[in-house]
């Protein structure tokens, strides 16, 4: 998988910076994050691309089920995020489609050395100081770790991953998902969560020195 510690490095730089446009309106029923513009590998609207390994290949895309964010990866590692703050305890799920093209060849989270996944989306908790101590909690669809496993990352102790879909059964084929984010924060770090402060996707094959492909749309937070 991904780069976690690299994640919450750049939330850092933009913890105190969240713009107004991603802030929560309490009144609302969705929180949804919008995926506009981004043509032509810009960034969508509002969101920031991350490049750990290589150059990032992450687009807008038109598809079956609307706008989506188009990732790819040949042996890199790259994210986009979106800053968003609000309570997790009044908007709960995390509601998403998404449909993976490839999946890295011998991905496996439990593995250090293979950890990539061609789908990820993580929900980040600032927690001071940012760089060490922010709380990620990862929705990966692996290759090779059975779906429904929970297990922390080999790479950094402040990110749990569950894994919502695995292997190539599903693959070509969109998937609707729907995660209780307060309540796996809580099952996974024993504690109650503090505000969101960032959604980030992900896509890497950097380990397993292979390719994925990955569509991931309709994203949105919910208090039902």
């Given at each position: 998988?991904?780069?976690p510690?690299h994640?919450?490095?750049?939330?850092?730089?933009?913890?105190?910076?969240?713009?107004?446009?991603?802030?929560?309106?309490?009144?609302?029923?969705?929180l949804?994050?919008?995926?506009e513009?981004?043509r032509?590998?810009?960034?969508?609207?509002?969101w920031?691309?991350?490049?750990?390994?290589?150059?990032?290949?992450?687009?807008?895309?038109?598809?079956?089920i609307?706008?989506?964010?188009h990732?790819?990866?040949?042996?890199?590692?790259?994210?986009?995020y979106?800053?968003?703050?609000?309570?997790?305890?009044?908007?709960?799920?995390?509601?998403?489609?998404?449909?993976?093209?490839?999946?890295?060849?011998?991905?496996d989270?439990?593995?250090?050395?293979?950890?990539?996944?061609?789908?990820?989306?993580y929900?980040?908790?600032?927690?001071?100081p940012v760089?060490?101590?922010?709380?990620?909690?990862?929705?990966?669809w692996?290759?090779?770790?059975?779906?429904?496993?929970?297990?922390p990352?080999?790479?950094?102790?402040?990110?749990r991953?569950i894994?919502v879909?695995s292997g190539?059964k599903?693959?070509?084929?969109?998937r609707q998902?729907?995660?209780?984010?307060?309540?796996?924060?809580?099952?996974?770090?024993?504690?109650?969560?503090?505000?969101?402060?960032?959604?980030?996707?992900?896509?890497?094959?950097d380990?397993t020195?292979?390719r994925?492909?990955?569509?991931i749309g309709?994203?949105?937070?919910?208090?039902?």
């Open positions: 998988m991904g780069k510690f994640i919450a490095a750049a939330l850092a730089a933009a913890l105190l910076a969240l713009s107004a446009a991603g802030s929560a309106n309490p009144g609302r029923a969705v949804r994050l919008p995926i513009g981004g032509d590998a810009a960034a969508p609207d509002g920031t691309i991350r490049e750990w390994k290589g150059r990032a290949d992450i687009a807008v895309a038109d598809t079956e609307g706008k989506a964010i990732l790819k990866s040949a042996s890199t590692s790259t994210a986009i979106r800053d968003i703050d609000f309570d997790i305890s009044q908007y709960r799920y995390l509601n998403w489609k998404w449909k993976v093209a490839s999946l890295p060849k011998g991905g989270v439990r593995i250090k050395n293979t950890d990539d996944q061609a789908a990820q989306i929900v980040i908790f600032p927690k001071w760089i060490l101590n922010s709380r990620l909690v990862g929705y990966i692996d290759t090779t770790a059975p779906a429904g496993m929970a297990i990352s080999t790479k950094t102790n402040t990110t991953y894994v879909e190539a599903e693959v070509g084929g969109w998902e729907r995660r209780n984010v307060h309540d796996d924060y809580k099952r996974l770090f024993g504690e109650e969560p503090h505000n969101v402060g960032r959604v980030t996707l992900m896509i890497d094959s380990d020195r292979s994925a492909e990955a569509f309709d994203i949105y937070f919910s208090k039902d």
